[in-house]
């Protein structure tokens, strides 16, 4: 860990200075030396932490009494509406893109796969947390039920949400890499805290990252589409806040 530290010290050191350098006048630089310090990061955490590395994993007595709802809380979308009027009964989660066999499931078929839970702290980019514990089916077994295409690169959550709460407003998404995508605690997540997950923490479904920060654990999941690029999503930029300037790998 302090070998870790000290890497993603030195990187963000020499980041910095190299902004600094760039000026106002160098801002496209500027972006692209902070893009280039972003993949120094996630290539220089993975060659530190083996791949399956785990987050940790508290007990139900270290439960938050009141885990934080954040962001868009309560979607005005039509979709959405009707669905959660109907109690989600007619929800389904599609799996499409670059994928040998196209999923549609509802959330008894979700709850039907072999289920996990795990209690794990959010981290939030504004500086607070909370634990909660999660149930649901790894994102893994729904990837190999649907089969990848060699060109698969990126796992994209499609939601129902935008966070500026206008019907027709820019839907929230976010995305991972399959290194992320096939982590033993990456889970999509239908239940919280030993109950079905409410409206303010993402029902019906939401993802569950436990090594990135909580503006990646996706919430009210729409569609789930594989690709082999983000050039043609949102911005291009691989996720609603990283099309706004966040970044887009925010391992923890």
Known sequence: MNRRRWMTGALSTALAATVAAC??????????????????????????????????????????????????????????????????????????GLVERPLSLSLAELRARPAQTQITKHDCVEGWTSIGEWTGVRLETLLDEAGLKPEAKYVVFHCFDALDQQEGGERYYESIDLVDARHPQTILAYGMNGGTLRVPHGAPLRLRVERQLGYKHAKYIKRIEVVDSFANIGRGRGGYWPDRGYEWYAGI
């Open 23 to 96: 000026g106002q006048a160098g801002t496209s630089i500027a972006h692209q030396a902070r893009r280039m310090g972003e993949g120094l990061t996630r290539r220089s955490q993975r060659l530190i932490l083996p791949r399956d590395a785990l987050a940790p994993t508290y007990s139900r007595a270290q439960i938050s009494p009141d885990f934080k709802a954040n962001g868009s809380i309560d979607p005005v979308a039509s979709d959405y509406l009707a669905l959660k009027a109907g109690g989600f009964a007619d929800y389904r989660l599609t799996l499409e």
